[in-house]
């Protein structure tokens, strides 16, 4: 299986400021890769796929980049309702894996 | 509008089999390029893939649970259930249905999950 590790698992930040999330594959996925924000006791939600394609209805302030094995989440402005755990997944290959989440904190 | 929803037990005994049902509407499973997934999250961790079953009844599992899984499909009614035998406390989660829409992208298509159920709780427990 491919392995997803993204790093931090935690990160604290303020309203207004700009995070980025990283996101590695244990090989390369190409841009086989989408993110998703979860709420707590809610499902996920989809914000990016094809590594940098957003979503329809998801706010530009979300953007993602990266090919091969290294990929990022960056939120440009948080606001308050970003504050939730975000989650990479690779397609390339089966089974489908995800990275085990960045919670993203209010400082 | 998309919508699927699990239902289930929320609570079975070790060693019995789980069976979950998920409902949609707004699509139809026998669409071309169309797939219903099962992802599961066990409290406080990460998602986890189970299995899907496509538009054309073609069927995949996640290889480290093959052996317990089956998933099924009834068109007629849009449902997808997951049977998973032999129960034990460490298949204790939050199980999710999900869909997937083959979508093309530059010159291939991405399969991700773009809809997704809001989860049932399973307990495993005697």
């Known amino acids: 299986d491919i392995q997803m590790t993204q790093s931090p698992s935690t990160l604290s930040a303020s309203v207004g400021d700009r995070v980025t999330i990283t996101c590695r594959a244990s090989?390369?996925?190409?841009?086989?890769l989408a993110w998703y924000q979860q709420k707590p006791g809610r499902a996920p939600q989809l914000l990016i796929y094809?590594?940098?394609t957003l979503q329809s209805g998801v706010p530009s302030r979300f953007s993602g980049s990266g090919s091969g094995t290294e990929f990022t989440l960056t939120i440009s402005s948080l606001q308050p309702d970003d504050f939730a755990t975000y989650y990479c997944?690779?397609?390339?290959?089966?089974?489908?894996?995800f990275g085990q989440g960045t919670k993203l904190e209010i400082k | 509008q998309v919508t699927l929803r699990e239902s289930g037990p929320a609570l079975v005994k070790p060693s019995q089999t789980l069976t979950l049902t998920c409902s949609f509407s707004?699509?139809?499973?026998?669409?071309?390029?169309?797939?219903v997934t099962w992802i599961r999250q066990p409290p406080g961790k990460a998602l986890e893939w189970l299995a899907h079953i496509d538009w054309d009844g073609e069927k995949d599992y996640s290889p480290s649970l093959k052996r317990r899984l089956t998933i099924s499909k009834d068109t007629s009614k849009n449902q997808v259930a997951l049977t998973m035998t032999n129960m034990d406390p460490v298949d204790t989660a939050t199980y999710f249905c999900?869909?997937?829409?083959?979508?093309?992208?530059?010159?291939?298509?991405?399969?991700?999950?773009?809809?997704w159920g809001q989860g049932t709780l399973v307990t495993v427990s005697s």
């Open positions: 094809g590594a940098s």
């Open positions: 090989q390369s996925i190409t841009n086989w």
């Open positions: 999900a869909r997937i829409s083959r979508t093309p992208l530059g010159d291939s298509y991405h399969y991700f999950f773009d809809y």
């Open positions: 707004g699509f139809s499973l026998s669409t071309n390029g169309i797939f």
């Open positions: 997944q690779q397609y390339d290959s089966h089974p489908a894996t």
